[in-house]
């Protein structure tokens, strides 16, 4: 006989993975490159079951350096031992039609790095931060961590009843969905 902790829990993973199906269900765009400072990216393409269109799979970029590389995404170049061979590997993936830019306010961001994060000729494009920047409109605040001094880990499993990430608080997949390759 299962416990009400175990119904609960059969509940909330069951519940998970129709969430999940939903967002699958609703994404329309399949061919997508995100470009992430860090591993929400990947999480994206994880939930919706897709391949890695992007060269930034499991790699952390603080978010000043992702604006480089964003700023100048096809010039790009590293030249130093398997970061280099990985990068010459997966660039080749890059749906330069279907671009999202994706940012996290983590490892001493600035607020001058945001700025220049939201000037990005990129039209899909989000940074998420731990405070409001209604200047920036790029800007998305993920509530929980508004006492820290940096966004925190948005991929971890919120305290709540329904199984939820933080980074689920944001429609990522209506941003997914709007990848036209406009830039």
Known sequence: ???????????????????????????????????????????????????????????????????????????????????????????QRINWEHICIVGAERDQCSYETLKNFDRLPYENKVVFTHIEYPEISSAYYIKGFEHQAELGTITDYKNQFLKRRYMDDFDYIALLNRTTGKR
């Not at 994206?44 to 995404?73: C, R």
Request: glycine share 6%; aromatic share 12%; with cysteine.
């Open 1 to 91: 006989m299962q416990t009400n902790s175990g119904l609960l829990n059969q509940f909330r993973e069951t519940e998970w993975r129709l969430y999940q199906l939903g967002k699958r269900h609703r994404l329309k765009s399949h061919d997508f490159t995100v470009i992430s400072s860090n591993c929400i990216g990947t999480f994206m393409y994880y939930d919706m079951g897709l391949e890695y269109l992007t060269p930034t799979i499991n790699m952390s970029i603080p978010l000043d350096d992702l604006v480089k590389l964003a700023a100048d995404l096809r010039q790009y170049n590293k030249d130093f031992g398997e970061a280099a061979a990985k990068w010459e590997e997966r660039k």
